[in-house]
């Protein structure tokens, strides 16, 4: 079994930057690419950013690109969302995902293990 558990929200003002984390505890031999979602109030869960267990590899949202970047410590069994330029529509709780094969994707269905999320509210 892995557990996941995010940190890192809080209230930031648009324009501003936040990094928000995520720890993998158990059987973290079992993990290769993580991912991180967000679900805002009343939508659906939404693909933000993966990256391959090597981390050689990554893959964005369109509405994130250029803005965001994912990174990950597998010696720490940490994986980190650096978001900048942050505006209210990025809104949401942010939910960290392991996948326990290679190439899960954007696809939430597809990936094992989830945290509880972490919230971040970004003010206009």
């Known amino acids: 079994q892995v557990h996941l558990l995010e940190s890192g929200g809080g209230l930031v003002q648009a324009g501003e930057s936040l990094r928000i984390s995520c720890v993998a505890s158990?059987?973290?031999?079992?993990?290769?690419?993580m991912g991180w979602f967000r679900q805002a109030p009343g939508k659906e869960r939404e693909f933000v950013a993966t990256i391959t267990r090597s981390g050689g590899d990554t893959e964005y949202a369109d509405s994130v690109k250029g803005r965001f970047a994912v990174s990950r410590n597998n010696a720490k069994n940490t994986l980190y969302l650096q978001m900048n330029s942050l505006k209210p529509e990025d809104t949401a709780d942010y939910l960290c995902?392991?996948?326990?094969?290679?190439?899960?994707?954007?696809?939430?269905?597809?990936?094992?293990?989830w945290g509880q999320g972490t919230q971040v509210i970004v003010s206009s």
């Open positions: 995902a392991a996948g326990a094969f290679p190439g899960v994707g954007t696809d939430p269905s597809a990936y094992t293990y």
């Open positions: 158990g059987r973290t031999d079992d993990i290769y690419d």
